[in-house]
């Protein structure tokens, strides 16, 4: 089978290595795209594949009628709200991700972010430390739990809030477990952002839930644009100048956020998942679960079932 590797944001070299070994072990050939420019460049690489390995690679309706042979499409990461995952399986195209694979990464980046910006992103003035202050994490799924743990070793006050994870299970991890996500957004002097990008978490982190913070609160996302509302988030910024938001996907209104210097920090790029670690480990994952996939009609991980 041919299996195409498109990825706008490359993965590691090391990553692509071990995609091919486990690919050419199952019979089947890889053909890469890496850091395409143009829509119609995937468009023609998809025409002839049977499966794709993808990012957060836009696949919708119309890439998916280009790919006449298409079967099976694995996100190498968590997220997968780049797929139109509806229209996959209307044609009969499965769609898997690769949960946990890249948490770590993320995890591991909600703290170079934090220390970045408690420290007033490496300005020279004097800042203040993590130890002691209340963090708060939206959503207790792999990545929230990895930060758990870490935030452990800086010896945080670790409270979560997920309404589909019960209390019990948030708090045998040593974790305060609060009961709505106004109270989370109440008791933490940072909140971190873990949710997915769906119909109900669209915009959802608003206004008057930011609001909430106590003074000097810290909103850091490393989860996904979609899940902030933009203006209603500016407009509280321009009211609360204690406020500050971090954030690893750049806002569609960046220009307008970084009117808040020293408040505001965008990475350049979605940074998180972006260690050779996460890459191997997702890239290698995707490829054994589309070779399962072919071999024995597995789908463990489908999402579009
Ligand atoms: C994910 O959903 O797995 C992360 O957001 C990483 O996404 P990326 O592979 O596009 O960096």
């Given at each position: 089978m041919k299996i195409l590797v498109a990825t706008e944001k490359p993965f590691a070299a090391a990553a692509v290595e071990g995609i091919k070994k486990v690919a050419q072990e199952e019979g089947h050939e890889i053909v890469l795209l890496e850091k395409y420019q143009e829509k119609q460049q995937l468009l023609d690489a998809v025409a002839d594949v049977d499966a794709m390995i993808v990012r957060s690679d836009k696949v919708d309706k119309e890439v998916l009628d280009a790919a006449?042979?298409?079967?099976i499409v694995v996100r190498a990461g968590a997220g997968y709200d780049s797929i139109d995952t509806a229209y996959a399986k209307e044609k009969g195209v499965v769609v898997e991700n690769t949960p946990g694979q890249n948490s770590n990464a993320v995890a591991e980046l909600v703290f170079g972010l934090l220390v970045f910006t408690v420290r007033n992103?490496?300005?020279g003035k004097s800042g203040s430390e993590l130890k002691g202050k209340k963090l708060g994490i939206l959503a207790f799924g792999n990545v929230g739990r990895n930060v758990a743990r870490i935030a452990k070793g800086f010896d945080m006050d670790i409270y979560a809030y997920d309404e589909y994870c019960p209390k019990d299970v948030i708090e045998q991890s040593g974790v305060h477990a609060v009961d709505s996500r106004d109270d989370l957004f109440k008791t933490c002097d940072v909140v971190s952002l873990h949710i997915p990008a769906t119909p109900e978490t669209?915009?959802?982190?608003n206004y008057d839930v930011v609001n909430l913070?106590?003074?000097?609160g810290i909103l850091l996302n490393t989860a996904r644009k979609e899940v902030i509302d933009e203006e209603g988030l500016l407009k509280l910024m321009a009211e609360r100048e204690d406020l500050k938001y971090i954030t690893d996907i750049k806002p569609d209104a960046d220009e307008a956020f970084k009117k808040f210097e020293g408040r505001y920090f965008s990475t350049?790029?979605?940074?998180?998942?972006?260690t050779a670690e996460a890459n191997i480990n997702a890239g290698i994952a995707a490829a054994k679960q589309i070779g399962a996939f072919f071999k024995d009609g597995c789908t463990k991980f489908q999402v579009n079932k």
């Open positions: 006449k042979n298409l079967k992103f490496f300005n669209k915009s959802s982190i913070m106590k003074k000097g350049p790029k979605k940074m998180g998942a972006q």
